[in-house]
C-alpha cells in the first residue's frame, strides 16, 4: 500500500497483532485487542447505520419538497397563463370599446355645428322662408 492514502491510513488505525508466541498470555491479551476491535467496529457500524438512515430521511423530506415545489410552480404557471389570457381578452375588449367610443365621438362631431355652418343653414333658412314670400308679394304687385 502507498504511504498517505486513505486504505494505508485505515490500516496504520489498526492495531497489528502480535504473534502468539507464549501460550495464554498473548492469547489473552490478543482475545482483549480483538474484542476492543470488535466493539470498535461495531460501534462505527452502527454509526454508519444512523448516518445512513438520516440521510435517507432527510433525502426522502427533501425529494417531497421538491416535489410540492414543481407541483406550485406548474400551478403557478398555469394561473399565470391563465391570467395572462384573461388579461388579453379584457384588452381585445376595451380596445374594440375604445373604436367604438371613438368612431361615436367623429360621428357626433360632424353633427355639432361649427359656427360657420350655423351661419350657412341660417343664410339658407332665411332664403328657403323669404323665398315664398318674395314670390307672394311679387305676385301681388304685379296684380295692382
Request: a negative charge; hydrophobic letters at 35%; one cysteine or more.
Given at each position: ?36 476491535l ?36 406548474k ?7 391563465n391570467?395572462?389570457?384573461?388579461f ?39 332664403q ?17
Open positions: 500500500m502507498v504511504a498517505g492514502t486513505p486504505a494505508a491510513e485505515k490500516m496504520e488505525s489498526i492495531p497489528m497483532l502480535a504473534p502468539q508466541l507464549s501460550g495464554s498470555t498473548s492469547a489473552h491479551m490478543s482475545d482483549t485487542e480483538l474484542h476492543k470488535l466493539i470498535s467496529e461495531k460501534m462505527r457500524c452502527e454509526n454508519h447505520r444512523t448516518n445512513y438512515e438520516t440521510l435517507k430521511t432527510e433525502h426522502s423530506r427533501l425529494q417531497a419538497d421538491f416535489m410540492r415545489s414543481q407541483n406550485e410552480c400551478q403557478q404557471s398555469a394561473e399565470r397563463q391570467t395572462q389570457e384573461k388579453q381578452l379584457l384588452l381585445a375588449e376595451l380596445r374594440g370599446e375604445l373604436l367604438d367610443k371613438t368612431r361615436e365621438v367623429e360621428e357626433l362631431k360632424l353633427q355639432v355645428l361649427s359656427p360657420q355652418r350655423l351661419d350657412l343653414l341660417k343664410i339658407q333658412l332665411q328657403e322662408v323669404e323665398a315664398p314670400m318674395r314670390e307672394h308679394f311679387r305676385k301681388l304687385n304685379d296684380v295692382r
